[in-house]
């Protein structure tokens, strides 16, 4: 039944997630289109033109980026709110299926839908970056591989910085991201239940709890980071050999504790609101 209820919100999420990975697309494909017109050769007029154009058209892409990533996040609320609170609350609650099963296949759901838009983002990424170093180093054919070579020596002299090897920090970053992701959307599930209990203004009253919960969130993350700047102080004074991914990762990790913590509360929350509390329009 689990499969079911997620085909059935999959189908509820693909539309809008396909609209904003073509927008994500196509401002990705200008971008790279502009990279390609450039030319040192030119004269400075027209370079300086070119350059102006590879500027707005980064700029293009990344408001089209922050509008994917904030897109995602409101159609998720949206399709949550829409589907257990409004009048179409009345099926889902009918379907023959417990109201944990309900709450877990959304969160799936969501959750793939951020990871393949995550994905997309650090495609489009990867691409534009190629597109822009091939293009670059095209003007130097010559020394091109030794260029390439050259710059990809940064990442090996990435542990002698940070302390961690470059593949080690991505994989820590990627398994971080995940978890907060999976955490931030049953935060905003929560912040949706709870704005139910302003009957005359749900949708503000989601918004209000989730600034809160927000500032709550932010309010504990500042706190989690006073053990590392102290470290850092100390290491500072006394020339202690102490690696900076070292003096960072267990305020990271008791930052990501804490917003778990808080996930786990609002799954609990969302279960109370559609059980105990649940008032449809």
Known sequence: MLGKLFEYEWKGLRSPLLIMLVVLGGTTALTCGVILTINPKYDETVAWYSIMALVLSIFLYYFGLIGC?????????????????????????????????????????????????????VGTILVIFEVAMHHIFSFIPGEYEELRRSFFMVFREFEDELG?????????????????????????????????????????????????????????????TIPMYTRMLITSTYDMDVSPFGIMSPSMNLSLGLTVIVAIIMYFVNLHMMTKKLNLE
């Open 69 to 121: 990533v904030l897109g995602t996040m409101l159609i998720i609320a949206i399709r949550f709110y829409k589907t257990c609170y409004t009048d179409q609350g009345y099926l889902t609650h009918t379907l023959p299926v417990s109201t944990k099963q309900i709450l877990n296949a959304k969160i799936l759901a969501s959750i793939v839908v951020y990871l393949l838009m995550f994905l997309a983002i």
């Open 164 to 224: 961690i090897s470059f593949s080690a920090y991505i994989a820590y970053m990627i398994v971080y991201f995940i978890i907060a992701m999976c955490a931030n959307i049953i935060t905003i599930f929560g912040c949706v239940s709870l704005g139910q209990l302003y009957a005359k203004h749900r949708v503000a009253g989601a918004i209000l709890a989730y600034f809160i919960v927000m500032f709550i969130n932010q309010f504990l993350g500042y706190i989690c």
